[in-house]
């Protein structure tokens, strides 16, 4: 297994910066929200995003994937009764997918509670139905292009579609392939109502990319969550991917979110 963090933790600091920080304080890879790159992937330019994947490459940092892919890129909604709507939300996951393979990424986190909530009068099957058909053909892309979708349940406190591992799984069986799996996050998985051990063995092999943190919405080891059950169920399953660090709480300051993350992960996964 590898290590990584999510860039937004350091939001105010430059690429350069960042990456730095982040490979001499240990880790293998960064994951990278695009609205710390532009409001829309589409603005960044093909010369920006070689210069991200280049920049990384001199830090011997890894551009582990992309995450919160959504966020601020207005208009978009994957199961919104308007077709046109979902149209966008459509072509939109395909230009996720070749900006995530521009910048060396292999993974695409795809939360986005607020684009998948059920519309009022839509049913779950419907919805259901209609994200599938906005995923298609970005999963075929990311088949094409060595990039994996990675769905991610999420608590009903966030969104009503798609709450637990076993929903999201049956969600991405409608595509088989292996470039669509889900994402597992412990924040979420403090939600489904049984031990997070259990939901990791239950849902391999079905999950490429693991986000770690607590269900305070701070880093791991920041809160009650025990990582050393979940460390020793990623192990037993075989998962050798990202343990990449997600927070949604700043207080700490990124230094310390980072620094002390990613010293709890490698004491529990030692």
Known sequence: MKFGVCN????????????????????????IAPFTCAKYVTDVSKQR?????????RHQLEISGIHWVLVEAEGMHMTHPDASIRAKTQQYFRDLVQFCQDL???SIVVGSPHQRNLESGVTLEQATEW???????????GEDKGVTICFEPLAPS?????????EAIQFIRRIPSPAFKIILDVKAMCSMGKP????????WPAFAYFHANDANLKGPGFGDVDFVPIASALKEVGYQGYVSV????????????????????????A
């Open 8 to 31: 937004e933790i350091f939001k105010e600091w430059s690429f350069e910066k960042t990456f730095e920080f982040v490979k001499q304080t240990g880790y293998d890879g960064i994951e």
């Open 49 to 57: 995003r070689s210069e991200i994947k280049d920049l990384a490459a």
């Open 104 to 106: 060396g990424g292999k």
């Open 131 to 141: 994200a599938t058909e906005v995923f298609r053909p970005a999963v075929q892309d």
């Open 158 to 166: 966030e969104t009503n579609f798609m709450n637990t591992a076993e």
């Open 196 to 203: 997070i051990a259990d939901i990791i063995r239950e849902s």
């Open 246 to 269: 997600e927070v949604f709480k700043f207080e700490e300051g990124p230094e310390a979110i980072a620094q002390q993350s990613l010293d709890y992960l490698q004491k529990t996964f």
